[in-house]
């Protein structure tokens, strides 16, 4: 029987860290650096270094992790109970940012969102 601790994740396929891959793209990034040469000395694929240097000078690599906010599912059946009349209608109020349309979904960016954000978000949606 196979012990599960040694059995790869993902096909086989290494998920190198982000240290690791943010080392190799710098140093990628200087001059008279060879990056297949680099690549090889490390056991990856060009590709994948010439991929993770292009990321690394679009800024994705400075972007914060990626944090988990809490949610609250709401049955929407259950009505709330309210003694205060509804609200008048509100003239709708101009809204600055902007909308990405993807295949099936939609993303709508505040104007306070920053740049490694919305890279972040891009690329998530180009997979």
Same mark, same amino acid.
């Given at each position: 029987?196979? =012990?599960?601790? =040694?059995?790869?994740?993902? /096909?086989?396929?290494? =998920? ?8 190799? %793209?710098?140093?990628?990034? +200087? ?5 297949? /040469? !680099?690549?090889? +000395?490390?056991?990856?694929?060009? =590709?994948? !270094?010439? /991929? ?7 800024? &994705?690599?400075?972007?914060?992790? %990626?944090? &988990? !906010? ?5 049955? %929407?059946?259950? +009505? ?10 509100? %003239? ?18 505040? +104007? ?11 690329? &998530?949606?180009?997979?």
């Amino acid at each position: 029987m196979a =012990n599960p601790t =040694n059995r790869p994740t993902r /096909k086989g396929r290494p =998920n190198h860290p982000l240290d690791f891959k943010r080392t190799l %793209a710098q140093r990628a990034c +200087e001059p008279g650096v060879s990056v297949s /040469k !680099l690549a090889q +000395e490390h056991g990856i694929n060009a =590709n994948q !270094l010439f /991929k993770w240097r292009r990321h690394y000078r679009a800024g &994705l690599f400075d972007a914060a992790d %990626a944090s &988990l !906010l809490p949610v609250a599912v709401v049955d %929407a059946s259950v +009505e709330t109970a309210s003694s205060a009349p509804s609200p008048m209608p509100v %003239a709708p109020t101009v809204q600055r940012g902007i909308e990405i349309a993807f295949a099936d979904c939609t993303v709508r960016v505040g +104007e306070q969102a920053d740049l490694a954000t919305l890279r972040a978000v891009v690329a &998530l949606l180009r997979r």
